[in-house]
């Protein structure tokens, strides 16, 4: 029964060579040369020379990752474009003078201040909308000439120093001293003609005062 079982088992060739046996047992040789004949081009699942699938030099690939390189990326290129825009920003068009302020800026060398002097319950300097800002933003390539604006509701000390009494008013500030008062249109194209013409008048009083 048992040697019916082993035969059984076998590959139809190694059952021949299993009764070839003596007495009737497996002739063991000839029934691994049979084995090893059929098994010697099998290809292997995995290279003996293949290092280990738990082996720290094998990366196994990450499909989130061209994902999270792309995010990275585009969070990078959105910090940039901030810190772009914020160094554009930080020489502002219009600067905003407090009662801290006001004495030392108006008081930089070789530099003309167009002030404008409002307060936020006037409904004239409500009408202005982004008149002075636009005025900024022309003026902003000029060297020496800054434009700044005072709330008088808030800096109250300043605009009594510098005799304020209606709004809104603009005047020309040159190393400390006002040279000049505008009372012309209020628009962009006539406010910039004018500190162009008083920044020259100060620079020119300079040269000739020294």
């Known amino acids: 029964m048992e040697n019916n079982l082993q035969q059984a088992r076998l590959h139809p060739h190694d059952k021949a060579a299993y009764q070839s046996g003596h007495d009737g047992r497996p002739n ?6 049979r084995l090893e004949s059929r098994t010697a081009n099998l290809p292997l699942r995995y290279p003996l ?11 196994v690939m990450d499909p989130a990752a061209p994902r999270r390189g792309r995010l990275q990326i585009y969070l990078l290129v959105v910090a940039l474009t901030v810190l772009v825009a914020l160094a554009a920003r930080s020489g502002a068009e219009v600067i905003t003078l407090t009662e801290e ?3 030392d800026k108006i008081k930089e060398k070789d ?18 909308g982004t008149l002075w800002e636009d005025l900024g933003k022309v003026i902003e390539g000029e060297d020496e000439i800054e434009i700044g604006q005072v709330d008088c ?8 120093k510098v005799d304020i009494h209606s709004y809104p008013t603009f005047k020309v500030f040159y ?3 006002e040279v000049a008062k505008y009372k012309g249109p209020r628009d962009v194209e006539s406010l910039k003609n004018f500190v162009l013409n008083e920044a020259e008048k100060a620079g020119e009083a300079k040269l ?3």
Request: proline residues 8%.
């Open 28 to 33: 063991k040789y000839q029934v691994i040369h």
């Open 49 to 59: 020379s293949s290092p280990s699938l738990s082996s720290p030099s094998v990366r």
């Open 101 to 103: 302020t006001f004495s």
């Open 111 to 128: 530099t003309v201040w167009f002030v404008q002097f409002c307060v936020p319950w006037c409904k004239h300097c409500k009408n202005l």
């Open 153 to 160: 509701g808030v800096s109250k000390p300043v605009c009594s």
């Open 175 to 177: 190393e400390g001293e």
């Open 208 to 210: 000739q005062a020294d």
